[in-house]
T-cell receptor, first 117, second 113 residues
């Protein structure tokens, strides 16, 4: 149980285009989902916390107009990288907290590698 | 701010060797501490955790003890297997914001037969 999927697993896009990444909790309902970014040989950096039905809370330094997060249901959150540029190339990871659990109980997706040409 | 420092990898071992991956932390309060493991192509999975000083987390033969005096949470296993090859992340949960996990940079373990 407690499986989180991400789609796509990797994506290559041209500079200036937008890319949407989906995060789904497959066998549980998640009130809260998290989006992380990971650079090579660096730790996971929390980008934002999203709660179903409300606006995401972004970490300091993360542009909310560039990284659009939608948490439309208890099993789906999406991250849209708008007007992507090469510096947005990274590994994006989502996680989800089951409904009723403590926030530090997070189940992670396998990640999405974004390459912007 | 709070931070986690863990040893750089890769750590390369032969099967049945003893494993230690060092992790130290900086926190203003009393965090909970975690070890996550990421197998190739999969998401991070919680391996073990400890919520207060002197607690020992254990799972699948791995152990880590929450040492407040040395602000450490080193991961150990007495006899590694090839199937333990993965990336291991040390993390803490921010005591002033329990919805945040703060991660170390990860340590890749490679076990050869």
């Amino acid at each position: 149980g407690a499986v989180v999927s991400q789609h796509p697993s990797w994506v290559i896009c041209k500079s200036g285009t937008s890319v949407k990444i989906e995060c789904r909790s497959l066998d549980f309902q998640a009130t809260t989902m998290f989006w992380y970014r990971q650079f090579p040989k660096q730790s996971l950096m929390l980008m934002a916390t999203s709660n179903e039905g409300s606006k995401a809370t972004y970490e300091q330094g993360v542009e909310k107009d560039k990284f659009l997060i939608n948490h439309a249901s208890l099993t789906l959150s999406t991250l849209t990288v708008t007007s992507a540029h090469p510096e947005d190339s990274s590994f994006y990871i989502c996680s989800a907290s089951p409904q009723g659990s403590s926030y530090n109980e997070q189940f992670f997706g396998p990640g999405t590698r974004l390459t912007v040409l | 701010g709070d931070s986690v420092t863990q040893m750089e990898g890769p750590v390369t071992l032969s099967e049945e060797a003893f494993l230690t991956i060092n992790c130290t932390y900086t926190a203003t309060g009393y965090p909970s501490l975690f070890w996550y493991v990421q197998y190739p192509g999969e998401g991070l999975q919680l391996l073990l955790k400890a919520t207060k000083a002197d607690d020992k987390g254990s799972n699948k033969g791995f152990e880590a003890t929450y040492r407040k005096e040395t602000t450490s949470f080193h991961l150990e296993k007495g006899s590694v297997q090839v199937s333990d090859s993965a990336v291991y992340f040390c993390a803490l949960s921010d005591p002033y914001n329990t919805d945040k996990l703060i991660f170390g940079t990860g340590t890749r373990l490679q076990v050869f037969p």
